[in-house]
């Protein structure tokens, strides 16, 4: 993956060599938080975004989007309406350009950065930011908390 590098600044952002865990870290680390094993790193694309469902809902319940190098986790909720999904097609998260985040509902537009809604029905709003991880095999965790 070359020497990217970053550190966690806030939750939902993690840098490519963050601090890996051991698997003993996967266990419960609270009473209500877990970390799920979501996909190895190389399997992320710049720019674009990818689904998952830790929480078991049946369909994609969060999605981690790279941008810069950069990993940012959300749940699939959009706030201005509590459960509704946000991409119009799986993985379609962002918009053409793979600038923002882009709610297909009534087209709240989010920071991937921040997950704060930039435009739309919900301004000043945000996404909820999902804790992710990095263990030293690769795989992607995610912080679960149920
Ligand atoms: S449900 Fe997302 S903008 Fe309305």
Not at 15 to 21: I, K, P, V
Not at 135 to 140: A, C, F, H, I, V
Request: charged share 25%.
């Amino acid at each position: 993956m070359g020497s990217l590098r970053a550190t966690s600044t806030q939750a939902g952002l993690i840098g490519l060599n963050d601090e890996a865990s051991t698997a003993e870290d996967l266990t419960e680390r609270e009473s209500s938080t877990q970390r799920v094993e979501l996909c190895h790193i190389a399997e992320l694309r710049e720019s674009r975004a990818q689904g998952f469902d830790p929480f078991r809902e049946g369909q994609a319940s969060l999605f981690v989007v790279k941008k810069d190098t950069s990993l940012y986790a959300y749940r699939d909720r959009c706030p201005h309406y509590g459960t509704t999904p946000l991409p119009w097609k799986k993985n379609e998260y962002l918009d053409k350009a793979g600038d923002v985040i882009v709610c297909a509902a009534h087209g709240a537009r989010f920071d991937i950065t921040t997950g704060i809604c930039i435009s739309g029905p919900c301004l000043g709003q945000s996404l909820s930011a999902i804790a992710l991880h990095v263990r030293r095999d690769g795989q992607l965790v995610a912080d679960v908390h149920t």
